[in-house]
Structures are given as structure tokens and as C-alpha cells.
């Protein structure tokens, strides 16, 4: 049975890693790719992966429902086909880049029936494991940048390469989802979905709710909406390195190394969580690393960015920075893929600790309060400057990581004083 847990943790971390190779490396080069379309039939904006994130944080609400009446797996491989979103690519229309923006906003189902899954597939004591476990290998999604890297490299325009580039994330996205089907049921799982069998839309709304009063998740509210730092290092930072001139002809090709970077900053992250069983070395502390390295991050970035860089709308900015080596550009990208990962590998440790009889409502809460903070940020980052997006990084990472620690300390509290 350890076998069959073990398995099932390693194919959903290779199906999340082939479904977000393709939408996260969409995302990355996505702005980009919108400034590059100049025909008549396009002016969307690549910044309105907000409108994804803004219909995924509703999605969220009706997502324990689904996920209660068809299961984990089934959810899964529904919400996975709707990631096939990158196909718009191929042949971008303004009607389909929105059309689809919303329809992939609805597989808000695929995130909240993983939590499930994974704490399905996991004990009190392999919980920490399992999450570090998925959390490499969801990050492992280099290839995706590195083919970006490849063939945008010395190009200081994006022509119709971008074909064959979006046909490649295609593919992968398909693959990712097809490898839910071979996921396999544990007995662990069985016992879980007949407890929740006919569970209804009013019994799961009461649980969300009946959550969202507790003091755990009040209180771990800020960290996850913390997740403004999702769409900085996903859709904005990449758009600032390709719009900046001092980087030269290599600054499109940058934007797939940087990718590369923070991935490998996710993966290194996604150890720590291997970590954690190791009472020297808590929860507490890998996320406290994880608002360090965010710190010092912001402040690089803000001395090797121009400020203007996201609200350009042409191809590139032409202000000079303080610092102007290509080497800090992926020092940050590495410290932003690193923090990012400290934070979620140990928010999703904490959730399934807490609440594994109620992990479907506590992870759609997660998904729900991550999603509006990510469509928020979205929305205003084409038009606030570089150090305004940075200072509220700054300080909603510095809130959230105080929370984060209240929590951890009241789980050394008596069970009555935890909970009103």
C-alpha cells in the first residue's frame, strides 16, 4: 500500500509537471508574444491571465462539489483538458484568447482535487514527504524555457516560430493529462469517498464556511494571498527581462533561461519540505527562509529592472538601471522560483496536517484566496511601476510569514483554545 501511495504521489507530480510546463512557459512568454502580433485579427493583452485567475477564484467555490460527487481522479482529467488552453497560440484570435481565458479560469477543480489526492495518498507522518515530493517534480518543467531559450535566443522579435513553440506545449499539456488515468486507488481513498458519497451542495458551501471562521484559516489568509508573487514571477518578470534594452539581442532568448532558473529555485525548494520531519527543522523555518530570499530578491530587482519595464507597451524600455549584469537577473529568477516554493510546499504541509478530514473545502479556501490575489495582481501589473509592485510584495510577504508562525505556534496549544 506504501508502494501504491508512493506511486500515485510520483504520476501526479509528472502529470502536474507536463500540464504546467505548457501553461506556465504560456505564461511566461505570453506578453511577449502579444506585443510581437501586430494583424488586424488580435489586440488582447497578455496580461489578462487575470481574467483566468478571476474566474478560477469562483470556480473554486463550486470545486469541492464537483471533486465530492465525481472524485479526485475524474476531476483531474477533466480540468486537465480544459489546460489546453496554449492551443489559441497557434492561431491567435482576440474572440478565442478570451473565450479560453475563462474556460481554463473553470478548471479551478484540477487544483483543489489534487489537495485531495495528495492527501489521500499520504499519513500525519509522510504528509511533509509526499508535498516536498510533488512539489520537485511539478517544478522540473525546465524543457518548456529551454526550448523558448533555444530558438528565441539573439531575436529581437517574435515572428511565426511561435507556431511550432505552442504545438510543442500542446503536446505536453495532453500528455500530462492523460497520465491521471493511470493514477490508482488506495484503500485510503476508498474509505474517504464513501464518507463524502452524496454529500451535498449545502453540506459542502456549510464546510467552506464553517472554515473560513476558524482561526487557522483567518490567520494563514495573508500567506496565502501571498500569492501575488505567483503572478510577479510568472507572467511579469519574464515580460520585464525580454523588455529590457541593456540586455541586448539576448534579452528574448533571457526570458526562457529565466524560466529554467526558477524552476530550478522551485525544485531546490521542493526539498525542503523532505526536510521538515526533522524537528530542527520546522515548517516555521523553510518558510522564513522563504521570505528572506523574496527580500533580497525584490531589492535586486529593483536596482537591475528598469521601473518602467512592465507598463511598456512597446517592445523594449529604454531607461538604464542601477545594475545592469544579466547574472542578477537570474539570481533573482533562481531566489524567486526558491521562495516561491518554500511557501507552498509548507502551506499545503500545514492545510493537510490540520484539516485531512476536510482537505477538499480547506484546499479550494487555499485555491480560492490564491486565485483572487493572482488576478488582482495581474490586472495591475501593466500599469503600476516595478517598485510599487515590489514594495507590496515586500509587505504582504512579511505579514504572511508572521501569520504563518502564529499558526504554527497554536498548534502546540490545547485543541480548545485553538478553535472558537
Known amino acids: 500500500m506504501a508502494d501504491r501511495r508512493t506511486y500515485n504521489v510520483v504520476v501526479l507530480g509528472v502529470?502536474?509537471?507536463?500540464?504546467?510546463?505548457?501553461f506556465t512557459t504560456c505564461g511566461n512568454v505570453e506578453q511577449t508574444v502579444v506585443k510581437s502580433l501586430t494583424n488586424s485579427t488580435f489586440s488582447g493583452r497578455g496580461y489578462h491571465l487575470?481574467?483566468?485567475?478571476?474566474?478560477?477564484?469562483?470556480?473554486?467555490?463550486?470545486?469541492?462539489?464537483?471533486v465530492s460527487v465525481i472524485g479526485a481522479k475524474?476531476?483531474?482529467f477533466l480540468s486537465g483538458l480544459l489546460y489546453g488552453y496554449v492551443a489559441v497560440f497557434i492561431t491567435p484570435a482576440t474572440w478565442s484568447f478570451y473565450l479560453t481565458s475563462v474556460l481554463i479560469g473553470a478548471g479551478a477543480a484540477?487544483?483543489?482535487?489534487?489537495?485531495?489526492?495528495?492527501?489521500?495518498?499520504?499519513?500525519?507522518?509522510?504528509?511533509?514527504?509526499?508535498?516536498?515530493?510533488?512539489?520537485?517534480?511539478?517544478q522540473c518543467m525546465l524543457f518548456g524555457n529551454l526550448y523558448i531559450y533555444l530558438d528565441w535566443n539573439g531575436q529581437t522579435e517574435i515572428s511565426t516560430s511561435r507556431r511550432k513553440i505552442f504545438?510543442?506545449?500542446?503536446?505536453?499539456?495532453?500528455?500530462?493529462?492523460?497520465?491521471?488515468?493511470?493514477?490508482?486507488?488506495?484503500?485510503?481513498?476508498?474509505?474517504?469517498?464513501?464518507?463524502?458519497?452524496?454529500?451535498s451542495l449545502l453540506s459542502t458551501r456549510s464546510t467552506i464556511l464553517q472554515l473560513l471562521r476558524t482561526k487557522t484559516i483567518v490567520l494563514l489568509s495573508?500567506?496565502?494571498?501571498?500569492?501575488?508573487?505567483?503572478?510577479?514571477?510568472?507572467?511579469?518578470?519574464?515580460?520585464?527581462?525580454?523588455?529590457?534594452?541593456?540586455?541586448?539581442?539576448?534579452?528574448?532568448g533571457l526570458i526562457g533561461i529565466s524560466g529554467i532558473v526558477v524552476g530550478i529555485g522551485e525544485i531546490v525548494g521542493g526539498l525542503f519540505g523532505l526536510l521538515c520531519k526533522n524537528s530542527r527543522f520546522r515548517r516555521t523555518s523553510?518558510?522564513?527562509?522563504?521570505?528572506?530570499?523574496?527580500?533580497?530578491?525584490?531589492?535586486?530587482?529593483?536596482?537591475?529592472?528598469?521601473d518602467d519595464a512592465p507598463v511598456v507597451f512597446e517592445s523594449t524600455t529604454q531607461k538604464n538601471p542601477y545594475l545592469t549584469p544579466v547574472s542578477i537577473a537570474l539570481l533573482c529568477s533562481f531566489l524567486l522560483g526558491l521562495g516561491?516554493?518554500?511557501?507552498?510546499?509548507?502551506?499545503?504541509?500545514?492545510?493537510?496536517?490540520?484539516?485531512?478530514?476536510?482537505?477538499?473545502?480547506?484546499?479550494?479556501?487555499?485555491?480560492?484566496i490564491q486565485s483572487v490575489s493572482a488576478a488582482v495582481a495581474f490586472f495591475y501589473s501593466g500599469y503600476l511601476l516595478l517598485m510599487w509592485q515590489l514594495l507590496l510584495l515586500v509587505i504582504l510577504g512579511f505579514t504572511g510569514t508572521l501569520c504563518f508562525f502564529i499558526v504554527e505556534k497554536m498548534q502546540d496549544l490545547p485543541a480548545d483554545l485553538l478553535e472558537d
Open 15 to 22: 502529470g502536474f509537471l507536463l500540464i504546467f510546463t505548457a
Open 50 to 66: 487575470g481574467i483566468i485567475y478571476g474566474v478560477f477564484s469562483f470556480s473554486n467555490l463550486l470545486a469541492p462539489t464537483v
Open 74 to 76: 475524474p476531476t483531474m
Open 110 to 138: 484540477l487544483w483543489t482535487a489534487q489537495g485531495l489526492f495528495l492527501v489521500e495518498n499520504s499519513e500525519a507522518s509522510t504528509i511533509n514527504r509526499n508535498t516536498g515530493m510533488f512539489w520537485a517534480l511539478l
Open 167 to 199: 504545438l510543442f506545449l500542446l503536446v505536453a499539456s495532453v500528455l500530462g493529462t492523460l497520465s491521471f488515468l493511470v493514477l490508482r486507488k488506495s484503500h485510503h481513498e476508498e474509505e474517504m469517498l464513501s464518507e463524502e458519497e452524496g454529500q
Open 222 to 252: 495573508p500567506c496565502m494571498a501571498y500569492s501575488l508573487e505567483l503572478s510577479f514571477y510568472s507572467g511579469v518578470y519574464g515580460t520585464c527581462i525580454g523588455a529590457t534594452t541593456h540586455f541586448g539581442k539576448a534579452a528574448k
Open 286 to 306: 523553510v518558510v522564513f527562509l522563504g521570505m528572506v530570499v523574496h527580500f533580497i530578491a525584490s531589492y535586486l530587482i529593483f536596482l537591475n529592472i528598469p
Open 340 to 368: 516561491d516554493s518554500c511557501f507552498n510546499t509548507q502551506l499545503y504541509s500545514i492545510l493537510g496536517h490540520v484539516y485531512a478530514e476536510q482537505s477538499v473545502a480547506a484546499f479550494a479556501i487555499f485555491k480560492f
